[in-house]
């Protein structure tokens, strides 16, 4: 079951953050390693109704940040153009526990942001990741996303790898 994140939620969370950042620590991909996501970007993601949990048997076992507006930081893209210019909803910040990968767990998160889209009438998603996380690239090649280029990001605009699908 996927559904906004809830104060009651933040501990577990948390847990899922540090997890996923443990696991690019060690797979050395230095992606969530300057200390976001934390409490602070939970709170906030959570007060603009943008969080949500997955539950699996009463566990959260995933999270992430689905954002139904255009993010500042995708206006800019190089080495690539995204496929189209009309309205999206951007997921930033999914991640699923360690012990939980390999079932199929985030591509139900990105299937939760194009269910938000097509409820605003939209046909686009966009997220980014880190060159490094290959993972994440190939979970985004089979989910039927397309790589468009090179953005900035966060305070640090730290480089990713731009990603849109168009439903």
Not at 104 to 121: D, M, N, Q, T
């Amino acid at each position: 079951m996927i559904r906004k994140t809830e104060e009651a939620d933040r501990e577990e969370v948390l847990a899922v953050y540090n997890d996923a950042k443990e696991y690019f620590r060690t797979h050395g991909i230095p992606q969530w390693q300057k200390g976001t996501p934390d409490g602070n970007t939970l709170h906030s993601d959570m007060q603009r109704g943008y969080s949500y949990v997955l539950e699996k048997d009463g566990k959260i076992v995933g999270t992430a940040c689905i954002i139904e507006e255009a993010d500042p930081d995708y206006l800019s893209i190089t080495e690539g153009k995204w496929l189209n210019e009309e309205p999206y909803v951007v997921i930033h910040r999914i991640a699923v526990l360690s012990s939980c990968k390999g079932k199929g767990l985030a591509s139900e998160l990105l299937a939760c942001a194009c269910e938000k889209a097509r409820a605003k009438g939209w046909n686009n998603i966009r997220i980014d990741t880190h060159e490094d996380n290959r993972s994440m690239r190939r979970l985004l090649a089979k989910n039927g996303f397309v790589q468009c280029g090179n953005v900035r990001v966060g305070k640090y605009k730290e480089p990713r790898i731009a990603y849109q699908k168009v439903l």
